[in-house]
């Protein structure tokens, strides 16, 4: 029962949604792209969407400057 | 070296075409290594004026002062490469329609400054254009540290990133960095358009 984000292994937790795993790996970028499993969920889906056991997520975190 | 491959880059890179959202340090100097390429259509976006203060990184040029980031641009184009078709857009781009200019292009460019524009950008353009290729850029201020940039690809996400620089608003742009990365990205809009092998 484990998920994989940004590469790390980590504990599955039953029910958690992005929001939760965000703050589990004190990522606390204000913009952040989510990836679960190849699919980008929209940052207005973060507090609803759950992390399926096995899955893989990806955080990236956009930073200011062009 | 096969001439005949060459040939064959050079024809598939003037049939393709690029978008680039925003024309700052990230899209003035991304236009320009495409056109030098050899990319035969560029669609440029941006509302805003050449300022004095811009000269420390994009590509324009102190009698430009003054004049929309778009038409500078495409003068500085023209002097390279005359038969490259640049279409401009002077608008400010805007929830809900970021992707309205960008539809018909193979890749997408991602160059705005700010985080939250970028990421309402890509989160857009990912919605609605599900198959187009975007390549964005995160984490360009400071100097140094160019073995933190890396590529990160997400579906059909590719973005240039360092984790690890500061926003904008901490640091300092410097050009070398700023350039470093237009120029990553404007290397992963060829690897999109011709492959990764040739």
Known sequence: MSITVNGRTLDWIKDETVTKLLKRMKYTFPLIIVKINKKIIPRKDHNNCIIPNESVVDVIHMISGG | ??????????????????????????????????????????????????????????????????????????????????????ETFEIKLEKGSMEKHLMDVDVIIEALDSAEMKTLFIEEIIEKLPNKPIIAASGITGYGHCERFHTKKLGNLHMCYDEQAKSSDEDFLFAPRVAIAANWEANLALELLLGKDK
């Open chain 2, 1 to 86: 070296m096969d001439i005949s491959i060459i040939d064959k880059i050079s024809k598939k890179l003037r049939i393709s075409s690029v978008g680039i959202a925003g024309i700052g340090g990230l899209g003035s100097n991304a236009a320009i290594a495409l056109v030098r390429a050899g990319v035969g259509r560029l669609v440029l976006i941006d509302f805003d004026t050449v300022e004095e203060k811009n000269l420390d990184r994009q590509y324009f040029f102190l009698d430009q002062v003054g004049k929309l980031k778009t038409t500078a641009i495409k003068e500085n184009i023209e002097r390279i490469n005359p038969e490259t078709i640049v």
